[in-house]
């Protein structure tokens, strides 16, 4: 069974620019969320979407931005980016909501955005 | 749920235990975890204990959880060089886990 896919697994952009970044869940998973990861601040939630709709959303910008598709596959945006904007983007998979079962979250290995 | 703590670092020798410590905010969570980073991966569950437990028991591994106090601790006994990783303690609520900022545990050989 394959895990949780992201891509690209690294890239390197200039403030102002905008990126988008791909997250391909686990077959069967409709459960997708988004956490940044930074040295300073930990792991931060994002967004999170099930079965196309988001149902939650963490304490971001609205420079971020996310999707979720027919197929679970889901995608984030972040436009203007900053300096700050430099981090691991974690996206993670799970069968059901986080609270209905076990809470097992599984996680892609990560996209690492730097901006210069 | 926000605001889940951890220690930044804890440095143990080869064989010992290791006590990874958390609290946490949201006393309705129905279940508490402690998931696992190696170097260059994504998080990966390590184990969980449900709300209404005290202890849980896995191997190497005991999870301690002190609901009064909202605390939460992982121990590893006899530590190994390949336990060498992140540890982050998480709560749930609306849909969404909280992390906390994750414990780096070092282990001298």
């Known amino acids: 069974k394959a895990g949780v896919t992201q891509t690209p697994r690294y890239l390197i952009k200039t403030r102002g620019q905008q990126v988008t970044l791909s997250c391909s869940p686990i077959s069967g998973h409709r459960s997708v969320s988004w956490y940044q990861q930074t040295p300073g601040q930990g792991l931060q939630f994002l967004f999170e979407y099930f079965s196309e709709t988001q149902r939650n959303k963490g304490n971001f910008p609205g420079r971020f931005s996310g999707r979720q598709f027919s197929n679970s596959r889901s995608e984030m945006n972040v436009s203007t980016l900053e300096l700050g904007d430099s981090a691991l983007y974690l996206c993670a998979s799970s069968k059901l909501a986080p609270t209905t079962n076990t809470g097992e979250l599984f996680f892609g290995e990560g996209s690492r955005l730097t901006v210069l | 749920g926000e605001d889940v703590e951890q220690s930044l670092f804890l440095s143990v020798r080869e064989g010992d235990s290791s006590v990874i410590n958390c609290t946490y905010t949201?006393?309705?969570?129905?279940?508490l975890y402690w998931y696992k980073q190696e170097p260059g991966a994504g998080l990966q569950l390590l184990t969980y204990?449900?709300?209404?437990?005290d202890m849980k028991q896995d191997q190497r591994l005991t999870v301690l959880l002190n609901k009064k106090d909202k605390h939460l601790s992982l121990r590893i006994a006899d530590t190994q060089t390949g336990d060498s990783a992140i540890y982050f303690c998480?709560?749930?609520?609306?849909?969404?886990?909280?992390f906390g900022s994750g414990t780096k545990l070092n282990v001298k050989p």
């Open positions: 949201d006393s309705s969570s129905t279940y």
């Open positions: 998480a709560e749930t609520g609306f849909n969404k886990f909280y």
């Open positions: 204990i449900f709300s209404n437990m």
